[in-house]
């Protein structure tokens, strides 16, 4: 049994809400949600604080599986529509920036039906071939160098890729729109965002350049999913083309942000635990399925979600009243042992893996899961298959975000080839 990580922290001390407690290793933070599973499971939070906003009323720390699977699966009482982030926002601005992620139904399940139908059978066909031939390009381009930053080389460039030329945007957009979407994900973090100005400059410039695209493909329809997203009707209702804006940035952030830090993450386990990598290098095939799932567990791109209770009810023992916030830790739930045979282990072979990378399921279960497992696994492929011996070389440096779990750059090293 791999020992759980310990803190220094007394439970008291621990502040989620508190930037400092997220500069912490990886191993001190993770120590610090194991004893609040432990000891206080669900626990009440002074609120972040954010330059220009008023001070939060607090929020309550869900770290246990089986209640962050309670609060995911009942939304109903653990509503979205104040809100998927812990920062309260306007309404207004909430859909402007978070589409269905911060929606409830019926709205949410009417625009869930919608897009669902711009992922048609022939465009998941394509988008398949797309992987396979961008990964590829994207390795075969490294390859003679022997050496490259693993994160923007290799892992930020696949989903980039992909989500943009799904969506039809020409390439020469590709920079700019991997620009915005770091600084729409990295607030917090001095080198994307400081201020929530700079957030809505950001989110405002991919807004735009939505409508018109979607404007243009509504004129011309062409073959990718915004011509699809268009054309699309439920009960004869078309998205607007504010919503299509909307849905746009929702999906440029959530497609190219977390599949690029499960990719990082999954490329660091498999250099810190070379036996899990002999294992799976030397049977691809057979533990693709499972590596793919515990790379998601153990990066868990997302850590947290956000509810609001809409009644007052209850949660692990606890109470809570309507219109108190509740953050699922999915970073937390992913490591319990309640759950998960020694959780701190990388294990490529694990199974049962009901994580909650992609969620704890109910109607907001990540609508890209497929996309990105397929990603995940292709992309490790293509490394095994040209670059056979390819590791991290020294230490990632990482994002400051309680929200993603993200490494912005990570040498890695490999015999050039090619
Ligand atoms: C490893 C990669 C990914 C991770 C870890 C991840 C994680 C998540 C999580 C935790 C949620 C919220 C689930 C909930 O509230 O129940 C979510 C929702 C969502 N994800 Fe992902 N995601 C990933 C990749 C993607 C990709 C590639 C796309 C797009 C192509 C995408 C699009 C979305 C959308 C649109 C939603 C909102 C769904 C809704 O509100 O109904 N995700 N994702």
Not at 341 to 358: A, I, M, S, T, W
């Amino acid at each position: 049994m791999t020992p759980a990580p310990q803190t220094a922290l007394a439970l008291d001390d621990i502040s989620l809400a508190h930037v400092d407690f997220w500069t912490l290793p990886t191993r001190e933070r993770e120590g610090a949600f194991a004893k609040l599973r432990a000891e206080r499971p669900v626990s009440w939070n002074e609120e972040f604080e954010y330059p220009g906003v008023p001070k939060g009323p607090g929020f309550w720390s869900v770290t246990r599986y089986q209640d962050v699977w309670t609060v995911s699966r009942s939304p109903e009482i653990f509503i979205s529509g104040r809100g998927a982030n812990i920062a309260d926002l306007p309404i207004e601005m909430l859909e402007f920036f978070g589409s269905m992620i911060n929606m409830d139904a019926p709205r949410h399940t009417k625009l869930r039906l919608l897009v669902n139908k711009g992922f048609t059978p022939r465009m998941v066909a394509r988008i398949e071939t797309m992987v396979r031939e961008r990964a590829r390009k994207i390795v075969d381009g490294v390859a003679p160098r022997g050496e490259c930053d693993f994160v923007n080389e290799i892992a930020a460039a696949l989903p980039l890729e992909i989500i943009c030329e799904m969506m039809g945007i020409p390439p020469s957009d590709y920079r700019r729109i991997f620009e915005l979407t770091n600084t729409i994900l990295g607030v917090g973090d001095p080198e994307y965002a400081s201020s929530l100005e700079e957030l809505m400059t950001s989110s405002m410039e991919l807004f735009q350049y939505a409508q018109t695209l979607g404007q243009a493909r509504l004129e011309r329809p062409g073959d990718d999913l915004t011509s699809a997203l268009m054309q699309a009707e439920v009960d004869g209702q078309r998205l607007s083309p504010q919503e299509f804006g909307s849905f746009f940035i929702l999906l440029v952030v959530a497609g190219n942000e977390t599949t690029r830090n499960a990719i990082s993450h999954g490329m660091k386990a498999l250099t810190d635990f070379p036996a899990e990598r002999r294992k799976w290098q030397g049977d691809f095939e057979r533990y693709k399925t499972t590596a793919v799932e515990e790379i998601v567990r153990w990066a868990s791109p997302v850590m947290h979600f956000r509810r609001t209770a809409a009644i007052d009810t209850e949660i692990g023992g606890q109470v809570i009243k309507a219109g108190e916030k509740v953050v699922m830790w999915y970073n937390s739930a992913n490591r319990d042992a309640a759950k998960f045979d020694d959780p701190y282990r990388f294990d490529v072979g694990r199974e049962p893996n009901e994580h909650v990378g992609f969620g704890a399921g109910g109607p907001h279960f990540c609508l890209g899961a497929n996309l990105a497992r397929r990603e995940i696994a292709v992309m490790f492929e293509e490394l095994f298959r040209r670059l056979p011996d390819i590791e991290i070389s020294g230490p990632p440096d990482m994002l400051l975000s309680a929200f993603i779990h993200g490494i912005k750059r990570m040498p890695c090293r490999f015999t050039p080839v090619g």
